[in-house]
């Protein structure tokens, strides 16, 4: 794959022991929209904005919320095409897991899956890094979970995670009012409030978009309608 | 790791064996046997849908491997798929194909067509060129309506209202042309699709056991496993026998004592 000038890895170590390229890409992610997402007692949240680079785009075919299995959903911040990229591998990746074991995919196997494959893309020949961070939320067996996966292929699980333009403030924000015994729809309204917290204009249904797995393990994107209640009860 | 990423892999059958198989069974190796479905399988459009019905026994030869096998196969939530021929191979391809409509229903947002199943399928046994031995009645319903089609091994299709397939469409089929008329009732159907998967089981050895059904509707899909049960198995009482001493007559009556065994005494240690 690719030209045999390029066929070198473009990942490598400086002198200081860093993978520049692995800095940059997170530059890229950290100048990305905000993204958050809240792990809670019976469920977990995750939301984005949906900032629209003009009024003339059409919100509603722009998706940044994406579900890999029925029980698995992820967000991103960062480069919009190399996130979906990362969700056709994983959805396949998914289905591969499934098709071997006849189980559906448990959420850290599918997070070490796709974190390996963004780690491949950082030490092959002539490709560059995922310029994405994800936030994966998923219900499985072991009850509700949130990884976090850099570009580097290192991935965490949280709590409560932010990432993007506003993630400082988002982070302290979320440490102030993160409880562990805190229930799903106060979760929403926390990463509601969080959102709103950086975001320049005013927060409306049409410019942030939720997705939310309780106990009955069905990833679902809110609709505009069920975040406008959402919004009102924070108002 | 230079430089290779997702090759695809290159599909339909390898011939590279043929060669050597073909100078083992010479040589006189038996070439080793694989279970067979011998089955009944038949589809049928009806007012609201299709209704798909199966028989469950599953044979290896003369000998009934499974009494109680799964024929009807998932394939979308609203499309399913008969599978006659080799169990293996139809559950490898049902599999398979159910899997890539999954991927197709992520990316497109949308419920998975009846004909995409269908082009799937047929565009993988067809590369087989015949040797994957699955001969499918596929049935759904979609946004475009309800559909039925059968695939036959070598991935030739047809588009029908009644279908029936496997060793025992024959009898099934009799059943079908006599009494199939177009706008069925749901009731009707399964009654219809019952009584050709019974002339199948009754009238062909391949087919036995029992009936499995599977409706589907615009929204609805409902797989009535075990539906109808035509050949109970009678059991002995469930006590069990009870033999009272004095039944045998005892012939002869040989005494064997067993080896006296050896006393185990805890000794001193070994002499270092």
């Known amino acids: 794959m690719g030209d045999s000038q390029y066929s070198f890895s473009l990942t490598t170590f400086s002198p200081s022991g860093k993978l520049v390229q692995i800095e940059h890409a997170l530059t890229a992610v950290g100048s990305g929209q905000t993204s958050l997402g809240i792990k809670a007692a019976n469920g977990v949240v995750i939301a984005t904005e949906k900032k629209l680079p003009s009024i003339l785009v059409d919100e509603t075919s722009v998706q940044k919320i994406q579900s890999l299995t029925p029980n698995i959903g992820v967000v991103y911040s960062g480069m919009g095409p190399d996130f979906r990229v990362l969700v056709r591998k994983s959805r396949k990746q998914a289905q591969q897991y499934y098709r071997l074991y006849k189980e559906t995919i448990p959420v850290t196997q599918l997070v070490r899956e796709t974190a390996a494959v963004m780690q491949e893309f950082t030490q092959s020949g002539g490709v560059r890094p995922f310029g994405v961070s994800l936030l994966i939320a998923g219900y499985d067996d072991n009850g509700p979970q949130l990884y976090q996966v850099d570009p580097s292929g290192s991935y965490f699980s949280w709590k409560a995670s932010a990432m993007g333009k506003n993630v400082s403030n988002a982070k302290t924000f979320l440490e102030k009012r993160y409880t562990e015994d805190m229930e799903l729809d106060d979760a929403i309204h926390t990463a509601i409030l969080t959102l709103k917290e950086g975001f320049e204009g005013q927060i409306s249904a049409n410019n942030i978009e939720i997705g939310v797995i309780r106990a009955d393990r069905e990833f679902k994107v809110l609709t505009p309608a069920e975040i406008k209640d959402f919004l009102e009860e924070v108002e | ?272």
């Open chain 2, 1 to 272: 790791m230079v430089g290779s990423m997702d090759v695809p892999a290159k599909g339909g059958f390898s011939f590279d064996l043929c060669r050597r198989n073909d100078m083992l069974e010479k040589k006189g190796l038996k070439v080793p046997g694989f279970r067979k479905t011998g089955t009944t399988i038949v589809g049928l459009v009806f007012a609201d849908g299709v209704v798909l019905g199966a028989d469950t026994r599953a044979t290896e030869g003369p000998i009934v491997a499974d009494k109680n096998c799964e024929k009807i196969h998932y394939m979308a939530p609203n499309i399913y798929c008969c599978g006659a021929g080799t169990a293996a191979d139809t559950e490898a391809v049902t599999d398979m194909v159910s899997s890539q409509l999954q991927l197709h229903r992520y990316a497109t947002s949308r419920e998975s067509r009846v004909v995409t199943a269908l082009t799937l399928l047929k565009t993988h046994l067809f590369s087989y060129q015949g040797h994957v031995s699955a001969a499918l009645v596929l049935g759904g319903v979609d946004c475009t309506g309800p559909h039925l089609h059968t695939v036959y091994p070598h991935g030739s299709v047809d588009t029908l209202p009644f279908a029936t397939m496997g060793s025992g469409s024959l009898a099934a089929m009799s059943v079908f042309e006599s009494k199939y008329k177009e706008g069925l009732t749901r009731d009707e159907g399964i009654e219809l699709v019952c009584g050709a998967i019974r002339a199948g089981i009754f009238n062909d050895l391949g087919s036995g056991s029992n009936v499995d059904v599977c409706v589907i509707t615009k929204g609805k899909t409902e797989y009535l496993r075990n539906h109808e049960l035509p050949n109970p198995r009678t059991y002995a009482s469930s006590k069990g026998f009870s033999f009272v001493q004095g039944h045998t007559e005892v012939l002869s009556t040989k005494i064997t004592p067993l080896k006296p065994k050896p006393e185990v005494t805890v000794g001193d240690a070994m002499e270092e």
